[in-house]
């Protein structure tokens, strides 16, 4: 049957027949995107201190840790509170401190012209040791 432009209908039976998918697209797209978000955080079990937001009340019994200096100078030299020691002997005495003072803290300062090298040294033997509480000393630009 001719409509009035000279084209024939559709019958309203092959408009049925067809599918529109477009939904199902978007649905398709909207899963991927939340799997793809949720997937890394399932992963990754990183444990975080936040700090809180109040200050903590000062506890006066409570005696603040003696933190120790090592300064490695330019030749490799290490340095444990003004002290010269090789790393064997570096790595004995933090040993018999660490044993008397659990919560031991340290400092790690390089002179300027101090290869990588004899700074990992000192790092690897403050992790052999298990000493947890460690810093890096840096000069301030703006003093020079």
């Known amino acids: 049957m001719k409509g009035?432009?000279?084209k024939t209908r559709r019958s309203h039976h092959s408009s049925l027949a067809e599918?529109?998918?477009t939904p199902l697209l978007d649905l398709v797209f909207v899963l991927l995107v939340i799997f793809i978000i949720t997937t890394p955080q399932l992963t990754n079990s990183l444990e975080?201190?936040?700090?809180?937001?109040?200050?903590?009340?000062?506890?006066p019994e409570a005696t603040k840790p003696k933190i120790h200096r090592i300064k490695v100078?330019?030749?490799g030299q290490p340095f444990l509170d003004g002290?010269?020691?090789d790393l064997v002997g570096l790595k004995r005495t933090l040993a018999s401190q660490k044993a008397a003072?659990?919560?031991l803290a340290a400092v790690v300062e390089g002179a300027d012209d101090t290869d990588y090298q004899s700074m990992?040294?000192?790092l690897d033997i403050l992790q052999q040791l298990d000493i947890n509480k460690v810093g890096l000393a840096t000069d301030?630009?703006?003093s020079k």
């Open 83 to 85: 002290a010269a020691l």
């Open 73 to 75: 100078d330019d030749k």
């Open 120 to 122: 990992v040294n000192v």
């Open 140 to 142: 301030n630009a703006d």
């Open 4 to 6: 009035i432009f000279g």
């Open 48 to 59: 975080v201190n936040l700090p809180s937001g109040k200050a903590s009340p000062p506890r």
């Open 19 to 21: 599918l529109n998918i």
């Open 101 to 103: 003072e659990p919560a």
